[in-house]
């Protein structure tokens, strides 16, 4: 039963930092802004540092893994006073990102974790549920049905 907790839980933090490097870095730092108290100070475990990572494809899901190309990525570690630790990976060089990320990871973990998943990761969600939307409304609206007529064949 333990280990069904433990891995809801990594689950749950996998979602919510995937959610925050996803996050357009003005809609996050929007958010976090207007928290009330403001998101406390860190210290740095790892200051963000930005990098590379080889992005690897696979054709169809099934075909045998190729590398795609390199994309640049910022990661950071950092502990809260209460020894909270907290860590995220964004792509490009956005530092303040990095550190904003890391910062909510760590306090998602607390007893803050109700009051940042409404005030910032749900409206982040919603925001990223809506972009795909109108991304999939407009690709359909390109859609073209395209059909066989029988031919008369003599």
């Keep these: 039963m333990a280990q069904d907790s433990e891995a809801e839980a990594t689950e749950s ?9 996803r996050a357009a870095p003005e809609a ?17 475990l790892r200051v963000p540092q930005t990098g ?22 910022t990661r950071c570690a950092l502990r809260l006073t209460d020894g909270t ?4 990976y ?16 760590a306090l998602m973990q607390g007893e803050r974790a109700a009051e940042l998943r409404s005030a910032v990761l749900d409206p982040l969600d919603a925001a990223e549920t809506a972009a795909h939307r109108d991304r999939a409304a407009k690709a359909a609206a390109t859609r073209v049905d395209f059909f066989t007529m029988a031919r008369g064949e003599d």
């Design 28 to 44: 996050l730092a929007a958010r976090v802004e207007a928290l009330d108290p403001p998101l406390p100070e860190a210290e740095w």
């Design 13 to 21: 933090r996998r979602g919510w930092m995937g959610l925050l490097a």
């Design 52 to 73: 590379g990572v080889m992005v690897r494809g696979q054709m169809g899901g099934t075909g045998a893994p190729f590398n795609l190309g390199e994309m640049t990525v």
């Design 85 to 88: 630790v907290g860590h995220a």
């Design 90 to 105: 964004v792509q490009g060089r956005d530092r303040a990102h990095a550190r904003t990320a890391a910062l909510v990871d």
